[in-house]
């Protein structure tokens, strides 16, 4: 059973250690957010990949940008 989405401080931290650092390991930014290092690395990868993501909440992500309605 898969865990609970990453909230939106855990994906402010990701973004803070990928500016920090986009070379950083999943190991070590999962450790920072107390998370699975496979589950920061479907997230990151799922977003855009370590030079694109953006600590967005789930619901965002599932929107589409505005104006592109028709």
Do not use: F
């Amino acid at each position: 059973m898969p865990g609970a989405p990453l909230s939106l401080h855990e994906r402010e931290e990701i973004s803070l250690a990928l500016i920090e650092d986009r070379a950083m390991p999943w190991a070590e930014l999962g450790r920072r957010v107390g998370r699975h290092p496979t589950t920061i690395l479907r997230e990151v990868t799922a977003n855009g990949g370590r030079a694109l993501w953006v600590p967005r909440t789930p619901s965002a992500q599932l929107r589409p940008p505005a104006g592109t309605r028709g």
